[in-house]
């Protein structure tokens, strides 16, 4: 949907319009007769100057409407859909993101030009792949920009070649072992917890958790850049980001692609133990799973002391997959 001189007005009231006929009384053309295809549950984006700045939702069908502007641009008979605009806190460049775009565009009536310019209109139609692709570089550029993500200090980007050169590994190609899942387990039965004389270093065992954490997060970088370079998209590997290395709160550590370029959100799980370890996850990397939908991965890295590691991998929300156990709660004084 391009709104450049209608978008204010038309959010205003929250509604799209297109009149049924041009000015010298010809018919309408196929960007504003595709006001009929609008269904109760449709999403619009709202495009202007060549960014997505709202995702709508239709309310109800076309009906006939006249022309709700003060203007003459157009005749008075026309067709309304109500719409209920979302704006994006960050819009979404169309250029800057064509190249994932340009596989799925349509060869006619497309709403974009090969090298990311819309074309000439006011509402176009595209199929479920394309607007499914949207819709994730919407959510990817929402989350990209989380205000809440705590931006990492030097000493944690250099940590990752101290780790590297413990493990004995600076130079050289870190190695995965892909496995299958293991199979699902019956959740553990309530018990008493049993209390021992020991003492736990939970700052040492912290310390150690998040270089083993970092450690793991970095083999997974190499593993993807080295299977991307085996499917012949070096290209691709050149983009894998370790992004929980600059800042933490993404909701994801790695990401990274599929062969035909199209995003992995690599959350990484590591454990010296093995593959049926219970691990912790945040609220926010659950939700984040949900947003991303098929475009998230949980890469679960065990063994990591032995040599090679091991990793298996889920795609998808992470509910669908793992069964979650409360573990921890954030407690507020009452009134």
Not at 28 to 54: Q, R, T, Y
Not at 123 to 145: P, S
Not at 228 to 252: F, M, P, Q, T, W
Request: aromatic letters at 10%; one cysteine or more; glycine letters at 6%.
């Amino acid at each position: 949907m391009f709104q450049n001189k209608t978008f204010a007005e038309e959010r205003k009231q929250g509604i799209l319009w297109a009149p049924k006929q041009d000015k010298s009384g010809g018919p309408p053309v196929f960007h504003w007769k595709n006001m009929l295809l609008c269904e109760a549950g449709d999403i619009v984006f709202s495009i202007v100057k060549n960014a997505i700045v709202s995702k709508g939702i239709v309310n109800q069908s076309a009906q006939d409407s006249d022309n709700p502007f003060d203007n003459d641009l157009w005749l008075q008979e026309g067709w309304k859909v109500s719409l209920t605009y979302h704006l994006l806190d960050h819009p979404v460049n169309i250029k800057d993101n064509i190249n994932q775009i340009r596989p799925y565009l349509p060869n006619n009536y497309s709403p974009f030009q090969r090298n990311g310019r819309g074309n000439q209109g006011y509402l176009f139609h595209v199929d479920n792949e394309l607007g499914q692709l949207l819709n994730q570089l919407v959510e990817y550029t929402q989350i990209e920009h989380n205000d809440h993500i705590l931006y990492r200090d030097e000493a944690d980007q250099r940590m990752i070649e101290s780790l590297r050169k413990a493990y004995g590994d600076e130079n050289a190609e870190v190695t995965l072992v892909e496995e299958a899942p293991p199979k699902g387990r019956e959740l553990p039965q309530a018990s008493v917890t049993k209390v021992y004389g020991k003492k736990t270093d939970y700052i040492k065992k912290a310390e150690k958790d998040l270089k083993q954490g970092l450690l793991a997060e970095d083999f997974v970088v190499s593993h993807e850049k080295q299977s991307l370079i085996a499917l012949g998209r070096s290209d691709l590997a050149e983009k894998v980001k370790h992004v929980s290395l600059e800042a933490d709160g993404h909701g994801y550590d790695v990401i990274s692609y599929d062969k035909y370029g199209n995003p992995k959100y690599i959350e990484v799980k590591s454990t010296t133990k093995d593959a049926n370890q219970p691990f912790d996850i945040s609220k926010n990397e659950v939700s984040t799973s949900e947003k991303l939908g098929e475009n998230y991965w949980i890469y679960r890295v065990y063994h990591i002391e032995e040599k090679p590691a091991k990793v298996y991998k889920v795609q998808g929300a992470v509910e669908e997959h793992f069964d979650l156990i409360p573990s921890s709660f954030k407690a507020i004084k009452k009134q």
